[in-house]
């Protein structure tokens, strides 16, 4: 029995396995859909098209710079399974009014003034309740598995966190948005249910979390009012001072910080793509959303057949040894559905075409294969950093260490976002844009082989 099988059936891991992945399947059936519906049914521009998938990025990356630092010390003060359950819990609150939202638009209810306003706003707690709960999934896979069950506890939870995707995303574009706005309410109540089951995980040491700005402002104010009144904008600013305090203290170790560093730009790059795809498959290739779904699916894909296949060519071994060579050839693909998609030539009618007429067009299977190619690539590489993260930190610091690679992440990825929103403001078409991709992975290369030279001279890896 492989170790990967194993795990499966153990009730240490099968529950997180289970809460994680319906965790993502949600957030991105309800981002998905409401991208595409506002895409495909509202706007009629590829600027706008762009812009609104842009924004909705940079709103669903916020809540990662913003609260990631309490979750981080949360979980590492906390029970991990009871946050998890409490997290599950919240989502059907959010479920509920995003529901409402989709109802909204599909009918035409104050869609500019109310409808678009409310999906916005639940995906900000989407991914609010996303990152509380993002230290706790590989935080806590070293406190419940053994050290040789730790890389594949990683790449089955990040090999089912994109399968996740990949189903959310084929609902999303497959099915009508009637439909969407029931499922993720279901979904959000099997979710909480299979997180009742995770086991405890209590905290590991006795670290106290700590809120700088707030203790002397709740203390010396006497008006409840102006309390209240300035707690909002104190807690956020209390939340910058931590970032910057854990960002500080997880710099102290170099590997880690590289290996935060090289997650992060890869994920600059996914940002950029994520958005291009959409306004990619309306304006450059003609074709309906099922398309544009189907390119996140192919996407996501990727990533979780990388998961599993750096696992096996590492044989258990947490290494970046993989990393530079695996984006090299992210890059050289990008190249190639540039040129593929650069070489589309749009049907005669001008109408956008539906996935079973899409799928014979000539190069419409070149294309898939250069993002399925592209996908895969980035698992291999960053499957392994994470894996790395969770094993070279003090155990009683993974949530914290995680919780940093989140905010540098996504502060990279709203860089990513508004790198996309400018180029398209200033006119570059967005299957031009692939190539700025591709550029970028020349970066990670050399950030992903700065990390690999680092663990050499640390004697932890040999040839």
Same mark, same amino acid.
């Given at each position: 029995?492989?170790?990967?099988?194993?795990?499966?059936?153990?009730?240490?891991?099968?529950?997180?396995?289970?809460?994680?992945?319906?965790?993502?399947?949600?957030?991105?059936?309800?981002?998905?859909?409401?991208?595409?519906?506002?895409?495909?049914?509202?706007?009629?521009?590829?600027?706008?098209?762009?812009?609104?998938?842009?924004?909705?990025?940079?709103?669903?990356?916020?809540?990662?710079?913003?609260?990631?630092?309490?979750?981080?010390?949360?979980?590492?003060?906390?029970?991990?399974?009871?946050?998890?359950?409490?997290?599950?819990?919240?989502?059907?609150?959010?479920?509920?009014?995003?529901?409402?939202?989709?109802?909204?638009?599909?009918?035409?209810?104050?869609?500019?003034?109310?409808?678009?306003?409310?999906?916005?706003?639940?995906?900000?707690?989407?991914?609010?309740?996303?990152?509380?709960?993002?230290?706790?999934?590989?935080?806590?896979?070293?406190?419940?598995?053994?050290?040789?069950?730790?890389?594949?506890?990683?790449?089955?939870?990040?090999?089912?966190?994109?399968?996740?995707?990949?189903?959310?995303?084929?609902?999303?574009?497959?099915?009508?948005?009637?439909?969407?706005?029931?499922?993720? #309410?279901?979904?959000?109540?099997? +979710?909480?249910? %299979? /997180? $009742? !089951?995770? =086991?405890? &995980?209590?905290?590991?040491?006795?670290?106290?979390?700590?809120?700088?700005?707030?203790?002397?402002?709740?203390?010396?104010?006497?008006?409840?009012?102006?309390?209240?009144?300035?707690?909002?904008?104190?807690?956020?600013?209390?939340?910058?001072?931590?970032?910057?305090?854990?960002?500080?203290?997880?710099?102290?170790?170099?590997?880690?910080?590289?290996?935060?560093?090289?997650?992060?730009?890869?994920?600059?790059?996914?940002?950029?793509?994520?958005?291009?795809?959409?306004?990619?498959?309306?304006?450059?290739?003609?074709?309906?959303?099922?398309?544009?779904?189907?390119?996140?699916?192919?996407?996501?894909?990727?990533?979780?057949?990388?998961?599993?296949? #750096?696992?096996?060519?590492?044989? +258990?071994?947490? %290494? /970046? $040894? !993989?990393? =530079?060579? &695996?984006?090299?050839?992210?890059?050289?693909?990008?190249?190639?559905?540039?040129?593929?998609?650069?070489?589309?030539?749009?049907?005669?009618?001008?109408?956008?075409?539906?996935?079973?007429?899409?799928?014979?067009?000539?190069?419409?299977?070149?294309?898939?294969?250069?993002?399925?190619?592209?996908?895969?690539?980035?698992?291999?590489?960053?499957?392994?950093?994470?894996?790395?993260?969770?094993?070279?930190?003090?155990?009683?610091?993974?949530?914290?260490?995680?919780?940093?690679?989140?905010?540098?992440?996504?502060?990279?990825?709203?860089?990513?976002?508004?790198?996309?929103?400018?180029?398209?403001?200033?006119?570059?078409?967005?299957?031009?844009?692939?190539?700025?991709?591709?550029?970028?992975?020349?970066? %990670? /290369?050399?950030?992903?082989?700065?990390?690999?030279?680092?663990?050499?001279?640390?004697?932890?890896?040999?040839?």
């Amino acid at each position: 029995m492989t170790t990967s099988t194993h795990l499966l059936r153990q009730r240490r891991f099968l529950p997180l396995m289970v809460t994680q992945f319906f965790n993502a399947f949600n957030d991105n059936l309800y981002k998905t859909a409401m991208v595409l519906f506002v895409v495909y049914s509202i706007y009629n521009s590829e600027s706008q098209e762009a812009m609104f998938s842009g924004a909705a990025s940079l709103i669903f990356v916020a809540p990662f710079v913003l609260f990631s630092a309490l979750a981080g010390q949360l979980a590492d003060t906390r029970d991990k399974a009871a946050i998890i359950r409490i997290v599950k819990l919240c989502e059907i609150g959010w479920a509920s009014l995003g529901a409402l939202g989709l109802f909204m638009v599909w009918q035409g209810v104050e869609v500019h003034t109310a409808g678009i306003p409310l999906l916005m706003i639940v995906l900000f707690l989407a991914s609010t309740q996303s990152a509380f709960l993002g230290p706790i999934k590989y935080a806590i896979l070293p406190q419940q598995l053994k050290p040789e069950e730790v890389l594949s506890g990683t790449g089955l939870v990040e090999a089912g966190t994109y399968i996740a995707i990949l189903g959310g995303t084929i609902l999303a574009g497959f099915v009508d948005v009637q439909v969407s706005l029931v499922l993720v #309410i279901v979904i959000a109540f099997i +979710g909480y249910y %299979s /997180a $009742r !089951f995770v =086991p405890e &995980a209590p905290p590991l040491s006795d670290y106290e979390m700590h809120f700088p700005l707030l203790e002397p402002f709740a203390a010396n104010t006497k008006s409840r009012v102006k309390r209240w009144l300035g707690y909002p904008f104190v807690a956020i600013a209390d939340q910058v001072v931590m970032s910057a305090r854990l960002i500080k203290e997880v710099k102290q170790n170099r590997q880690i910080w590289l290996a935060i560093i090289a997650i992060s730009f890869f994920w600059t790059m996914g940002a950029v793509l994520f958005i291009l795809f959409p306004p990619l498959a309306k304006n450059q290739l003609l074709a309906t959303p099922e398309v544009a779904s189907l390119f996140l699916v192919i996407f996501s894909l990727g990533i979780a057949l990388g998961s599993v296949g #750096i696992n096996a060519l590492l044989k +258990g071994k947490v %290494s /970046a $040894r !993989f990393g =530079p060579v &695996a984006v090299v050839i992210m890059g050289a693909f990008l190249i190639g559905a540039y040129l593929v998609a650069k070489a589309w030539t749009p049907n005669a009618a001008g109408e956008l075409l539906p996935i079973e007429e899409w799928i014979f067009e000539p190069l419409a299977l070149p294309l898939s294969f250069m993002l399925l190619g592209v996908s895969t690539a980035g698992g291999m590489f960053v499957v392994p950093l994470y894996a790395f993260l969770t094993t070279h930190c003090a155990k009683d610091a993974a949530s914290r260490t995680i919780a940093v690679n989140n905010i540098v992440n996504c502060i990279c990825m709203v860089l990513g976002s508004a790198l996309a929103i400018v180029l398209t403001a200033i006119g570059l078409p967005v299957v031009e844009q692939l190539l700025v991709a591709a550029a970028m992975t020349i970066v %990670s /290369a050399w950030l992903g082989w700065k990390l690999y030279s680092a663990e050499k001279e640390a004697g932890e890896f040999t040839l």
